[in-house]
């Protein structure tokens, strides 16, 4: 079973954690994960790559016009995902950079806020899918499979 727990940013009410040096909120909201940060950042730090074409977004205080990516990979504690779609936009609130969609849990994955503590705990069972990825524990240790090349993909438990 994955398991484990990130801390909370503690000055917030809402469940935002850091990731990568950046505040990451988890936004039950949001289809697809929204990033409010420089363009060479998403390039060089995840390996994304513009989509063609711009996309319409709104829900997040205002309608905009927003460019999409793929990322490379966007690690979350135990969890590692790649190729996954973002869309660049302004997300308005100063506090937070990146929101992910509790859709990213799906297919198995819970994550539970624990507000006195100031942590989030995520656990799933021992084979799951999460946003377009199939995870499965074999022999102690997480595969994930990578449908581009077809083979699994062994992650440090």
């Known amino acids: 079973m994955l398991d484990f727990e990130l801390p909370l940013i503690n000055i917030y009410t809402r469940p935002i954690l850091k990731l990568y040096s950046i505040n990451v909120l988890i936004d039950s909201g949001a289809e697809l994960p929204i990033f409010d940060i420089e363009e060479n950042t998403i ?3 995840f390996g994304g790559i513009p989509l063609d074409g711009d996309c319409s977004v709104s ?9 999409i ?11 590692l995902y ?6 660049r936009a302004a997300i308005n609130d100063p506090n937070v950079n990146v929101l992910l969609g509790s859709s990213m849990f ?7 806020v624990n507000s006195a503590d100031s942590t989030i705990r995520f ?4 084979e799951f899918s ?10 102690g240790a997480w ?5 581009d090349k077809g083979m699994w993909i062994v992650h440090d438990n």
Do not use: C
């Open 43 to 45: 390039i060089n730090a």
């Open 69 to 79: 990516y793929r990322i490379k990979e966007f690690r979350i504690g135990k969890m």
């Open 106 to 112: 799906g297919g198995g994955v819970k994550y539970l």
């Open 82 to 87: 790649r190729n996954i779609p973002v869309i």
């Open 143 to 147: 595969k994930q499979l990578d449908y």
């Open 130 to 139: 999460s946003n377009g990825s199939l995870w499965k524990k074999h022999n």
């Open 59 to 67: 829900g997040i205080g205002v309608t905009q016009s927003a460019r």
């Open 123 to 126: 656990y799933a069972p021992d």
